[in-house]
T-cell receptor
Framework: DVKVTQSSRYLVKRTGEKVFLECVQDMDHENMFWYRQDPGLGLRLIYFSYDVKMKEKGDIPEGYSVSREKKERFSLILESASTNQTSMYLC?????????????FGPGTRLTVT | TQLLEQSPQFLSIQEGENLTVYCNSSSVFSSLQWYRQEPGEGPVLLVTVVTGGEVKKLKRLTFQFGDARKDSSLHITAAQPGDTGLYLCAERSNDYKLSFGAGTTVTVRA
């Protein structure tokens, strides 16, 4: 059974803290993604990675960075958390094969920044 | 990035009723996916439609892709509480990425 896991389901951090969100997939997928999900806005892509050590900015990268040192692990980093980064964060992975676009999602991390 | 519009934003119905949700764009979709996200979980793929006019069925769920590939609908027959969730449509924007609509939140009351 395919699986994407995220390190925390709920996280509360203070403004200015450095925050790490971890994601691990066990499907040997090349592509990995970080989204944030806010009511009425759907899923917005923050960053994605198509290979180890490779990354590309998504639609809303400001205030975030990522790291992919191993194929199965993709980390999202909030260098200095702010209250407007309170959100649900979803990690996903997919194969890099022509015509295959299904993304497999983790359960999400609900981050609250106070 | 193509803008996907989903309607309605919220839908609350009684168990046993039917419902339809919609996904529209001003541009032609290359292909379209429907995902369902249950409370507390990540989205899960339900179906991918590729050909204009295509109809796919998944038990009580029927997915239609418009002839012009600018719209799609999801119809649920005899809805059950287990159908409760956020229904998202998504379109491939390039080889790697998907663009998602804002979703329709469906609540089925027992």
């Amino acid at each position: 059974d395919v699986k994407v896991t995220q390190s925390s389901r709920y996280l509360v951090k203070r403004t200015g803290e450095k925050v790490f969100l971890e994601c691990v997939q066990d499907m040997d997928h090349e592509n990995m993604f970080w989204y944030r999900q806010d009511p009425g806005l759907g899923l917005r892509l923050i960053y994605f990675s198509y290979d180890v050590k490779m990354k590309e900015k998504g639609d809303i990268p400001e205030g975030y960075s990522v790291s992919r040192e191993k194929k199965e692990r993709f980390s999202l980093i909030l260098e200095s958390a702010s209250t407007n980064q309170t959100s649900m964060y979803l990690c996903a992975s997919s194969l890099r094969a022509q015509g295959v676009y299904e993304q497999y999602f983790g359960p999400g991390t609900r981050l609250t920044v106070t | 990035t193509q803008l996907l519009e989903q309607s309605p934003q919220f839908l609350s119905i009684q168990e046993g009723e039917n419902l339809t949700v919609y996904c529209n764009s001003s541009s032609v979709f290359s292909s379209l996916q429907w995902y369902r996200q249950e409370p507390g979980e990540g989205p899960v793929l339900l179906v991918t439609v590729v050909t204009g006019g295509e109809v796919k069925k998944l038990k009580r769920l029927t997915f239609q892709f418009g002839d012009a590939r600018k719209d799609s609908s999801l119809h649920i027959t005899a809805a059950q509480p287990g159908d409760t969730g956020l229904y998202l449509c998504a379109e491939r924007s390039n080889d790697y990425k998907l663009s998602f609509g804002a979703g329709t939140t469906v609540t089925v009351r027992a």
